[in-house]
């Protein structure tokens, strides 16, 4: 099994910064190499990729809309991921769940099986 628990979430400004974070679990996840990602979801709209980083941190990979703004990382050990959140936009509130997937051969596509509850996150203009 693999438990994902999602922190760090709030009300911020625009312009503002929030770190979110997401503990993962499980006897699963101890097992096999993990890749982890971000994912959103707004009222009204469907979830939708954020960001995501291979299990060894080498490739991280990120939505356009949040480029050079959102930085995902890991700390493997720890099994942590987090997502740095800065220069927020009124458009990013929505709530963000943390996923995790068994990472493939290079070059494979990711592939996100497990999910946390998710986190709000509202930006007010």
């Known amino acids: 099994q693999v438990q994902l628990v999602e922190s760090g979430g709030g009300l911020v400004q625009a312009g503002g910064s929030l770190r979110l974070s997401c503990a993962a679990s499980?006897?699963?996840?101890?097992?096999?190499?993990?890749?982890m990602g971000w994912f959103r979801q707004a009222p009204g709209k469907e979830r939708e990729f954020v960001a995501a980083?291979?299990?060894?941190?080498?490739?991280?990979y990120y939505a356009d809309s949040v480029k050079g703004r959102f930085t995902i990382s890991r700390d493997y050990a720890k099994k942590m991921v987090y997502l740095q959140m800065n220069s927020l936009k009124p458009e990013d509130t929505a709530v963000y769940y943390c996923?995790?997937?068994?990472?493939?051969?290079?070059?494979?596509?990711?592939?996100?099986?497990?999910w946390g509850q998710g986190t709000q996150v509202t930006v007010s203009s």
């Open positions: 996923a995790a997937g068994p990472s493939g051969p290079s070059g494979t596509s990711l592939r996100f099986d497990y």
């Open positions: 499980g006897r699963t996840f101890s097992s096999i190499n993990m890749d």
């Open positions: 980083i291979r299990w060894n941190g080498g490739n991280t």
